[in-house]
């Protein structure tokens, strides 16, 4: 028997919404492999030829009303070898793309959270990602498709258009250059970078300076070389020894302190509107190596620099202390 949308009692709302999200899309009931797994090729293929005959057949009717329709009638008839390849070549490209929305569906169903909003995605957003995401063939690349999908359920307006003509146009190569700078980037989307010159400040990293000229063309990093992240002091304590900030790497709270954290300036690298979205995919990974040069980096300009540690109290909450050096 087959799979319904209607046929939906039962399970989790989130996987509710992405049914009924992916099923719009591609005009048919979208079977996640979690829910249904066995899939009936041939009868699939014979949806597959009516759906391509029924194109055919109007795009046979709006040919009809130029002069050409004459010419490729004289050219069907003279080769039918011609005309059978093409509705091949057709049918083909209809499943390939079927396959990578279902397996991009598939991966959304495992990022999916406990609970989603019940606010509708954009008609436009949904043409959109549905319209890209049927010529993603890479499996790693269809991971991060499907993320993109789960978070876009989850909140919409999460990933703007942008974004997604970004993530049409990046590579392997590119996403995992991406996946090196967000092991080195502040959550809010910047790499503080340990040094003056790029072309060797991160190059230990994984990242040289063309690397950064390809995330830049890829549109997930801004131009400049000689970017500086401000930090404007806007109240400072009667002791400005005690002036401090708190960055956020990975899951590691850094704070800097002393006189010259007042209005720093840090060499930085900025993401993207669509570098910071896609940012929030990537796991959260401390990079040590990079954080003890940064601590370093710091230091030497006057800074004091420490990392948090939660420290267990007695009424089994935590107090976050600053006494070890980055």
Same mark, same amino acid.
């Given at each position: 028997?087959?799979?319904?949308v209607?046929?939906?009692?039962?399970l989790?709302?989130?996987?509710?919404k992405?049914?009924?999200v992916v099923?719009?899309?591609?005009g048919?009931?979208y079977?996640?492999?979690a829910v249904?797994?066995e899939?009936?090729?041939k009868?699939?293929?014979?949806?597959a030829l009516?759906?391509?005959?029924?194109e055919a057949?109007?795009?046979?009717?709006?040919i009809a009303?130029?002069?050409n329709?004459?010419?490729?009638?004289?050219?069907v008839?003279?080769?039918?070898?011609?005309?059978?390849?093409a509705?091949?070549r057709l049918l083909?490209?209809?499943?390939?793309?079927?396959?990578?929305i279902?397996a991009i569906?598939?991966?959304a169903?495992?990022?999916l959270?406990?609970?989603v909003?019940?606010?509708p995605?954009s008609?436009?957003?949904?043409r959109?990602?549905?319209?890209e995401a049927?010529?993603?063939?890479?499996?790693?690349?269809?991971?991060?498709?499907g993320?993109? $999908?789960a978070g876009? /359920?989850?909140?919409p #307006?999460?990933?703007?258009l =942008?974004?997604?003509? *970004?993530?049409?146009?990046l590579?392997?190569?590119?996403?995992?250059?991406?996946?090196?700078?967000?092991?080195l980037?502040?959550?809010?989307?910047?790499?503080?970078?340990?040094?003056?010159?790029l072309?060797?400040?991160?190059k230990?990293f994984?990242?040289e300076?063309?690397?950064?000229?390809?995330?830049?063309?890829?549109?997930?990093?801004m131009?400049g070389?000689?970017i500086s992240?401000?930090?404007?002091?806007?109240?400072i304590p009667?002791?400005?020894?005690?002036?401090?900030?708190?960055?956020?790497n990975?899951?590691i709270?850094?704070?800097?302190?002393g006189?010259?954290?007042?209005?720093?300036?840090?060499h930085?690298l900025?993401?993207?509107?669509s570098?910071?979205?896609?940012?929030?995919?990537?796991?959260?990974n401390?990079n040590?190596?990079?954080?003890?040069k $940064?601590?370093m980096? /710091?230091r030497?300009? #006057?800074?004091?620099?420490? =990392?948090?540690?939660? *420290?267990?109290q007695?009424d089994g909450?935590?107090?976050?202390d600053?006494?070890?050096?980055?």
């Amino acid at each position: 028997m087959g799979f319904e949308v209607k046929d939906l009692a039962g399970l989790a709302q989130p996987l509710t919404k992405l049914i009924e999200v992916v099923s719009d899309a591609i005009g048919s009931a979208y079977r996640p492999k979690a829910v249904e797994r066995e899939a009936d090729a041939k009868a699939y293929e014979f949806k597959a030829l009516a759906r391509a005959k029924a194109e055919a057949e109007a795009e046979a009717k709006y040919i009809a009303l130029s002069s050409n329709i004459k010419r490729i009638d004289a050219l069907v008839q003279a080769r039918p070898e011609l005309a059978e390849r093409a509705r091949q070549r057709l049918l083909v490209r209809e499943i390939e793309g079927q396959l990578n929305i279902e397996a991009i569906a598939d991966e959304a169903s495992k990022a999916l959270p406990q609970n989603v909003s019940d606010e509708p995605i954009s008609a436009d957003w949904r043409r959109k990602f549905f319209l890209e995401a049927e010529n993603v063939c890479e499996a790693d690349l269809q991971v991060l498709w499907g993320k993109v $999908l789960a978070g876009e /359920l989850s909140s919409p #307006g999460a990933f703007g258009l =942008r974004t997604l003509d *970004t993530l049409r146009q990046l590579s392997r190569d590119e996403a995992e250059l991406f996946r090196r700078a967000c092991s080195l980037a502040m959550v809010d989307g910047w790499i503080a970078v340990p040094g003056h010159d790029l072309n060797v400040a991160l190059k230990e990293f994984g990242l040289e300076y063309g690397d950064l000229m390809t995330l830049r063309d890829a549109g997930l990093l801004m131009d400049g070389d000689h970017i500086s992240k401000d930090f404007r002091a806007t109240d400072i304590p009667v002791d400005p020894v005690k002036y401090s900030r708190v960055l956020f790497n990975n899951n590691i709270l850094i704070r800097v302190s002393g006189p010259a954290a007042i209005n720093m300036q840090v060499h930085s690298l900025i993401f993207t509107r669509s570098g910071r979205e896609l940012q929030q995919l990537i796991e959260r990974n401390e990079n040590r190596p990079y954080l003890a040069k $940064l601590g370093m980096h /710091l230091r030497a300009r #006057g800074l004091v620099v420490k =990392r948090g540690s939660p *420290t267990p109290q007695s009424d089994g909450t935590s107090i976050l202390d600053f006494e070890t050096d980055l």
